[in-house]
């Protein structure tokens, strides 16, 4: 199993951006695919979570209102539309896959928040 994110970037503050975790050497019917994040210095917080099966969502409150979790099932695929972005929200983003009491990580993608 592999997962690969994508989407990061640079962006002012108010603005948006999409992230999109794709897996790979799976077809994914139930477990949960998750977004977690990691600014300079801190620990790795959890953002947001989806189920896969029945798309019930988790979010943190620090992003509640802001960002919204989706999933593409045909795509095996995960997405964190982020909204409304602060420069609080700069860190590395992982996507995290939850499946058959086994996890699996993403490399990781860059989110910048200029003020």
């Known amino acids: 199993v592999q997962l690969q994110a994508s989407g990061g970037g640079l962006v002012q503050a108010g603005g948006s951006l999409r992230l999109s975790c794709a897996a790979s050497?799976?077809?994914?019917?139930?477990?949960?695919m998750g977004w977690f994040r990691q600014a300079p210095g801190k620990e790795r917080e959890f953002v947001a979570a989806?189920?896969?099966?029945?798309?019930?969502?988790y979010y943190a409150d620090s992003v509640k209102g802001r960002f919204t979790i989706s999933k593409d099932n045909a795509k095996n695929t995960a997405y964190l539309q982020m909204d409304s972005l602060k420069p609080e929200d700069t860190a590395v983003y992982y996507c995290?896959?939850?499946?058959?009491?086994?996890?699996?990580w993403g490399q990781g993608t860059l989110v910048t928040v200029s003020s």
């Open positions: 050497g799976i077809t994914l019917t139930n477990g949960a």
């Open positions: 989806i189920r896969w099966a029945g798309g019930t969502t």
């Open positions: 995290r896959l939850l499946v058959l009491k086994s996890i699996f």
